[in-house]
């Protein structure tokens, strides 16, 4: 059958629970460590993380089946929770399956419950959850600024757009997405009288 993490929904994942969630999960997969195990450049291959569902596959060998973890699920009072599993065969992305899981029941509690062939428990006790530090800490602040120096750089480059190579146009919208959506983070949690 394979190694696999399974986990229920019992109700619809709030809106302001899922941005939380979906902010500590951009800041989880969004690092060097995680390129070639979850994402490559190289390759244009990036998590889907969005206002609904996170969803990643490992790379290349490194991958199995997709982790899809969704936002909606049109429960109804009366029905039972969604089953939901992900098969990873211990591949190298599993790490970062089960972080993602851990953090769903950090941001969700009573909405979610995970099990694992690996006991549950277990798995989580050989991963911790790196805590991440709010979008307006430098941390997140010092990652937007090197993006945008590095998009300023890429854009400033040549005149005429027909002038750039395929990768350079590709990263050039990446970063573009990226440093979007932690400028997006920053305004939610920071006052506006502190721009």
Known sequence: MGYTHYWNINKELPREQWDAFKTDVIALVDHDYAEGIVWSKEDDIFPRITDEVVSFNGIGDGGHETFVFSRHHDLREHESPVFNFCKTARKPYDKYVVKVLMLAEKHFGDYISVKSDGGWEDVKSELTVRPTKGP???DWMGRTLLWKQRYDELTN???????????????????????????DAVEASVPSNLF
Do not use: D, P, W
Not at 163 to 177: D, F, S, V
């Open 136 to 138: 307006a800490s430098g």
């Open 157 to 183: 480059r040549y005149f005429n757009l027909s002038e750039y190579t395929n990768e350079q146009t590709i990263e050039i919208g990446h970063l573009r997405k990226r440093i979007k959506v932690l400028e």
